[in-house]
C-alpha cells in the first residue's frame, strides 16, 4: 500500500516475520505495518503441539490471518493454521506485485529527477490509487487518464512498465453455422463476409462446413467480446442470403 496503516483489519491476510519464540507462542513483526502481533500456539498448526519449536523458526517469514485487534492496546493475535493455501499463495504474488510496481515507481520518479517531490507525488497518487499495484493495472490496461501522475512521472512510469511487463493476452472463441438460405453455396458470398469480419481483427477457423470458428484476441475481455459483437454485426447485414448462429 502506498500510505501504510498503522494496523491491520480483523480477518486479514498479512505478511508475518517471527522474531522471537516462546514456550506458549511467538512475537511476530508485520511485514506491511509498523506493529507487532502474537501468535498462540494454539494458532501455530492443527493438532497437538509438543514442542513449538518444530514447527516455526525465530527469522522464519510467513503468512498469517489476524484474529483478534485490540485497537486502544494496539494489540494484535495471529493465526497461521487459519491460513488456506490458497489465501498463502495469493498473498504472496499480491505482495511481490506491489514491491514491484513500487520498485517501478520509484525508478520514474528518479528518472523525471523528481525525488525531492517524491513524498509529494506519492500523497497525490494515494488519492485515486490505494496500492501502487492498482496504479501498475491501470497503466498497463491503458486506463492513463486515472493516473494521477506528474506527465515526466507518468511517461517515465509508462516506459519501465513497458520494458518489464509483457500485457496480458485474452482470447475467446465463439461457433459459428453459417448455411445459405437457398440451399446452394454461395462461396463468393461467404468469402466476402469472412474478409470484412477479418478487418475488425477476428479470425476465422474453418472448422468443416457449415461450422466455423470466431476467435479474437485483445488487452481485456471487454475489447475482446466487443470485436466478436462488430463481427456479428457484419455478419447479419447478409442474413438475407445466409443462416447465421453464433454461441460461445
Not at 490509487?129 to 512510469?157: H, N, Q
Request: glycine share 6%; hydrophobic share 40%.
Amino acid at each position: 500500500m502506498i500510505i501504510q496503516r498503522d494496523l491491520p483489519e480483523m480477518g486479514e491476510i498479512i505478511l508475518v516475520n517471527i522474531t522471537k519464540i516462546m514456550p506458549h507462542g511467538a512475537y511476530c513483526e508485520l511485514v506491511e505495518y509498523k506493529a507487532d502481533a502474537y501468535l498462540p500456539i494454539g494458532e501455530v498448526a492443527s493438532g497437538w503441539i509438543k514442542n513449538i519449536h518444530e514447527f516455526i523458526k525465530e527469522g522464519q517469514r510467513d503468512v498469517a490471518k489476524v484474529v483478534f485487534v485490540d485497537r486502544s492496546r494496539k494489540a494484535l493475535d495471529v493465526s497461521l493454521k487459519k491460513v488456506t493455501a490458497k489465501e498463502k499463495k495469493d498473498k504472496i504474488n499480491d505482495y511481490n506485485l506491489e514491491k514491484r510496481a513500487e520498485k517501478f515507481f520509484t525508478q520514474a520518479v528518479k528518472a523525471a529527477q523528481k525525488e525531492s517531490r517524491s513524498e509529494e507525488i506519492k500523497m497525490k497518487v494515494a488519492e485515486k490509487f490505494p496500492t501502487y499495484s492498482e496504479l501498475l493495472d491501470a497503466v498497463v490496461e491503458g486506463k492513463d487518464s486515472e493516473v494521477a501522475l506528474d506527465a515526466d512521472v507518468k511517461k517515465a512510469f509508462q516506459e519501465i512498465v513497458a520494458k518489464n511487463i509483457k500485457p496480458k493476452i485474452y482470447t475467446v472463441g465463439y461457433s459459428l453455422e453459417l448455411k445459405t438460405l437457398n440451399g446452394k453455396g454461395n462461396v463468393n458470398l461467404i468469402k466476402k463476409a469472412f474478409e470484412e469480419v477479418e478487418k475488425l481483427g477476428v479470425e476465422v477457423l474453418y472448422e468443416g462446413a457449415p461450422h466455423y470458428k470466431l476467435s479474437a484476441e485483445g488487452s481485456s475481455y471487454p475489447i475482446v467480446e466487443g470485436k466478436i459483437k462488430e463481427a456479428e454485426k457484419v455478419l447479419k447485414k447478409y442474413d438475407n442470403a445466409l443462416s447465421i448462429s453464433i454461441k460461445k
